[in-house]
């Protein structure tokens, strides 16, 4: 229960304290090596588990739900016709342009063009700014194959906070082991726990493995600035929900069986897709769901999901499916208890 007078809206309250050490700047090995803290929603009961245990929380008949995509090389450092250097991080593609951040973005404007190691027949034209700062939209002339040029030139996009360059193991390690679909710009965390071992012994036991995909994108990058959480603005963040799947997830639902998400995106995507009449339905579009304390949860019963930056849109969908109070008290606990936390870092399950 809430204090009286709390305000529920307000940003200041899904901030928390992280020391520093706590951000984990390397994943751990075996992947399914990581802790994993389950908070029950219903009591604020919490348990502290290996993730690999995560199996005796899921039954014969139930649906996980994985995002099949695949991060993008995305991050490429070039330099500008004076020979200064820069960076540019690509977010999405759309149609033959591509929506990126760039660094430093005071000395890239419209018209500048950029050029990359010793192939200068490759450039870059920044071509306009767009709705995020340091973001521009561009377009590569003299690159007949884009995605081998990125594959050949482009480090994996880790997030800042992790605080160190991509190194070439990250290569395979800030991809899942089901990535299939090429097109976000950063890694659907919750789904890195898992191995082809693990994900063998769940569906052994009579558990459906379900895919959807959703392009991670702008979204992610975008800070929560608004002190009333309501106000902010998600981007639209590509998704696709085949039928397979929504068929699934309706034979699952009609059983009366769980749909497990892992992840805060296939979160989003399912809340999308669900509809009041005809449960789950096979479509794809762009999202823009912003899911916050107060939000009815209708597509999904139980969530896998990492521990997220405070005052982020992230922490604020898990504080609408696990409560403010419960979420806030596992993150304080998961502090205490010394969790890794963020992109590399430990898990939560949340039932």
């Known amino acids: 229960m809430e204090k009286k007078g709390f305000d529920i809206y307000s940003l200041k309250n899904y901030e928390y304290y ?4 706590l951000i ?22 919490k348990e502290d588990r290996i993730f690999r245990d995560v199996i005796g929380y899921l ?9 099949r995509t695949k991060v993008i090389p995305a991050r490429l450092y070039g330099y500008k016709e004076s020979g200064a250097k820069v960076e540019i991080l690509l977010l999405r593609k759309v149609q033959d342009v591509w929506e990126a951040l760039v660094r430093p973005a005071k000395r890239l404007k419209p018209g500048h063009v950029v050029f990359f190691g010793q192939d200068i027949s490759v450039k870059a034209e920044i071509l306009s700014e767009i709705d995020i700062r340091g973001g521009r939209l561009i377009r590569f002339h003299n690159c007949p194959d884009e995605e081998e040029f990125i594959d050949r030139m482009g480090e994996m996009p880790l997030p ?7 190194e070439t193991s990250d290569k395979n ?7 299939r679909d090429l097109g976000s710009a950063a890694a659907p965390t919750a789904g890195l726990h898992f191995t082809e071992e693990l994900l063998d012994k769940i569906k052994a036991k009579g558990v459906n493995i379900a895919t959807v995909v959703l392009h991670v994108g702008i979204g992610t990058f975008r800070p929560v600035t608004s002190e009333d959480i309501r106000e902010h603005k998600m981007h639209k963040e590509w ?8 068929d699934l997830l309706n034979k699952t639902r009609k059983a009366g069986k769980s749909i497990i998400a892992v992840g805060t995106t296939v979160v989003r995507t399912l809340e999308t897709v669900y509809d009041d009449n005809s449960g789950f339905k096979a479509q794809s579009g762009e999202t823009e769901k912003f899911i916050y304390p107060g939000y009815e949860f209708k597509a999904i019963d139980k969530l896998i999901t990492n521990f997220h930056l405070p005052g982020s849109s992230l922490i604020m969908l898990v504080a609408a499916f696990a409560g403010h109070g419960n979420t806030m008290s596992a993150y304080n606990y998961a502090v205490a208890q ?11 399950f949340i039932k």
Request: aromatic share 14%.
């Open 160 to 166: 800042p906070y992790i605080g160190r360059p991509a």
């Open 173 to 179: 390690r800030y991809q899942t082991v089901y990535a």
């Open 239 to 246: 998704y696709q929900v085949d039928r397979e799947t929504a």
């Open 24 to 45: 984990a700047k390397f994943p751990v090995e075996p992947r399914d090596s990581s802790r994993l803290l389950v908070l029950d929603r219903k009591t604020g009961a």
């Open 59 to 67: 039954e014969k008949g139930d649906t996980l739900v994985v995002n």
């Open 18 to 21: 992280l020391p520093e050490e």
């Open 338 to 348: 010394g969790y890794r936390f963020f992109s590399y870092g430990d898990a939560m």
